[in-house]
């Protein structure tokens, strides 16, 4: 497993649409596994391909409760909404305020090529419309209301 490069907003890849994961090869599998190698190391609550260079329909999610993948993911459901801070490991040190669904369902297939539904309300609806936007070439900035802010990092006791 490897840390891989976070883009950064401003590099155009983040910008682009990713394209369907149609097998799972040797290769993708490394590629999750960097990639929540990655974002462990930077301590975030996802991660999409794209950020890490690659334009491939793929996140990794950890909002607490262990670790997520999902390949080719789709919202199929979105109710309610919820308004609140957010951040992005392509925006290191800034947040703003983002509404959102509360409670999204979501089809996906995993590193084995299963397909699940899984149910998210609060983060974890949040955590999920945050990455799959990404595949899209979105990013919350788009949608940030009132501007960003810094975010001070906390201090380790
Ligand atoms: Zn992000």
Known sequence: MAIRNVRLEGDPILRKKSKEVKEITPKIRVLIDDM???????????????????????????IGDGPLVMINPRLVREEGSQTGDEGCLSVPGKAGQVTR??????????????????????????AICHE???????????IVEGGLHDVVPEEEE
């Open 36 to 62: 929540l190698e990655t974002m462990y190391e930077k301590e975030g609550v996802g991660l999409a391909a794209p950020q890490v260079g690659i334009l491939k329909r793929i996140v990794v999610i950890d």
């Open 101 to 126: 669904p509360n409670d999204v369902t979501v089809r996906y297939m995993d590193e084995d090529g299963e397909y699940y539904e899984l149910d998210g309300t609060e983060l974890l609806a949040r």
């Open 132 to 142: 799959c936007e990404h595949l899209d070439g979105k990013l919350y900035v788009d």
